[in-house]
């Protein structure tokens, strides 16, 4: 069965540094997304992606965050210069035209 | 925004009985109900979902409510097994805006099944 994947499984950064979190979505779907997850809060959406641009992107996606699909296979999330409150579970998901979402298995980006 | 609210946060259970989670949502505009299921480190999956054109949907052991009118939507578990243990996430989604059908996610609820 298809699934999305991530990489890597666990990012340690220092504060201040960029980081990339990969995601391979599955092949077929159109409609790409980040959520994150801090810990013992909520999932809370971040951003959606569709036909090669931003469709929507909450409060939380800053300037200091931006997505790229660079390849038609892979989509990341980039953090330009992490702050300690963004260490989280990062999640990626994808979908194709219905709306069941499918989540890669996330990545726990840590802060230092 | 679309706001969610799940209730219990935990629920302990023994082997056999029923679980019901009970979510509630804010955007009467939302008309998608999915249901997380995530077992420790791993992925969030899809075990049942809800449109807003039907009341209840059951799929074997688990079977989801909704109420539009009321803007509340169940999970119930019957029979429960130690294999539910779980977080489960409730979710809804508001269709067709700008193309981004983003999830906003209930608080979940952790499910313990005592043998």
């Known amino acids: 069965e298809p699934e999305v994947t991530q990489t890597p499984s666990h990012q340690v950064t220092q504060m201040g540094q960029e980081v990339i979190l990969r995601c391979v979505p599955i092949?077929?779907?159109?409609?790409f997304y980040w959520y994150r997850q801090i810990l013992g809060q909520k999932v809370e959406f971040l951003v959606s992606?569709?036909?090669?641009?931003?469709?929507?992107k909450s409060e939380i996606f800053d300037d200091q965050f931006s997505v790229e699909r660079p390849d038609g296979s892979n989509f990341t999330l980039k953090i330009r210069s992490t702050k300690l409150e963004d260490s989280a579970m990062y999640f990626c998901?994808?979908?194709?035209?219905?709306?069941?979402?499918?989540f890669g298995q996330g990545t726990r980006l840590t802060v230092v | 925004g679309e706001n969610v609210e799940q209730h219990p946060s935990t629920l302990s259970v023994q082997e056999g009985d029923s679980a019901v989670i009970k979510c509630t949502y804010s955007?009467?505009?939302?008309?998608?109900f999915p249901w997380y299921k995530q077992e420790l480190g791993k992925r969030p999956q899809l075990i049942i979902d809800i449109r807003s054109n039907v009341g209840e949907k059951k799929d074997q052991r688990i079977a989801v409510t909704l109420n539009k009118t009321a803007k509340h939507f169940s999970l119930h578990i019957t029979e429960t097994q130690p294999e539910d243990s779980a977080v489960y996430f409730c979710?809804?989604?508001?269709?067709?805006?700008?193309?981004?059908?983003?999830?906003?996610f209930g608080g979940g609820t952790r499910v313990l099944v005592k043998p």
């Open positions: 992606f569709y036909n090669n641009e931003i469709s929507e």
């Open positions: 955007d009467s505009a939302s008309n998608y």
């Open positions: 092949s077929n779907h159109l409609y």
């Open positions: 979710a809804a989604s508001i269709p067709h805006k700008a193309a981004g059908n983003k999830l906003t």
């Open positions: 998901a994808s979908r194709a035209g219905s709306p069941e979402a499918f």
